[in-house]
């Protein structure tokens, strides 16, 4: 290896002459610069490396390294949905909305969280507690705006999130779903769109279906807000259920 024109380290008379110029203390700039990288380079590069891992992660921890998508909606179910589910979605979704933050992309999130009131096992639990603890954080941080669910009776007495049929609160009574939700089959933008098909493996055979199939039996609702905080997009999102509302059966 090379420092200048110096060899490392079989350059015994340039060490020396780096060595003698530190005792003699007349080191030129030079030579000092050379000699405190001679033994301080690997410390440098291993705390180069090491900021950059860690740059890494708190970025996309924060998200500072992805687009911000245009739409969220959190899909609250008893099964996963598989993913060939999943980017049906994205892509129904998308072909309906626009760019709302103006990023150059339209992007839409699935965030997915399930339900498994019948856990067998402590780790089964475990994954549905950790899922309810994701939702609540979905809820409290105002991430998604549409909720895609199974069973919206339940939710919506768990939660009680879903809005009134102009976008207010319900009362603080009032847990049922009546005006709050549409179901997938009655609007037409969604249930006649080309969803394609999925393929998962199911206790080791891979099963095929159609997307429409899978969702025909979801409800669809949107969250209200009870103060200024809201998602983000809040005025695109709300064309879009205005668009969906008008299009129902």
């Known amino acids: 290896m090379k420092i200048g024109n110096l060899d490392e380290p079989n350059n015994a008379d340039g060490l020396a002459e780096l060595i003698k110029a530190d005792h003699s203390g007349h080191m030129t700039k030079a030579q000092r610069r050379k000699n405190w990288w001679y033994y301080y380079k690997w410390y440098v590069i291993?705390?180069?490396?090491?900021?950059?891992a860690l740059i890494h992660l708190v970025g996309n921890a924060l998200r500072l390294f992805t687009k911000s998508p245009d739409l969220q909606i959190a899909y609250v179910g008893a099964g996963r949905l598989p993913?060939?589910?999943a980017a049906a979605l994205e892509q129904i979704f998308g072909s309906l909305i626009a760019d709302y933050n103006q990023d150059g992309e339209i992007l839409v999130q699935i965030n997915q969280y399930i339900r498994d009131d019948n856990a067998a096992d402590a780790e089964t639990a475990y994954a549905q507690y950790a899922s309810e603890v994701s939702l609540l954080g979905d809820i409290s941080d105002y991430e998604s705006y549409l909720f895609l669910m199974d069973d919206p009776e339940h939710f919506q007495q768990e939660f009680q999130v879903l809005a009134m049929p102009d976008g207010s609160c319900p009362g603080d009574a009032d847990y049922s779903i009546d005006g709050k939700v549409i179901p997938w089959t009655d609007c037409p933008l969604l249930s006649r769109a080309d969803a394609g098909y999925y393929t998962e493996l199911i206790d080791g055979q891979s099963v095929t279906g159609t997307n429409q199939d899978l969702l025909a039996d979801l409800y669809l609702?949107?969250?209200y807000f009870?103060?200024?905080r809201t998602t983000e997009n809040r005025e695109g999102c709300d064309s879009?259920?205005?668009?969906l509302c008008n299009s129902l059966n």
């Open 46 to 52: 291993i705390g180069v490396i090491l900021s950059a």
């Open 83 to 85: 993913d060939d589910t």
């Open 221 to 223: 609702g949107r969250r």
């Open 226 to 228: 009870y103060n200024d």
């Open 240 to 243: 879009l259920w205005e668009l």
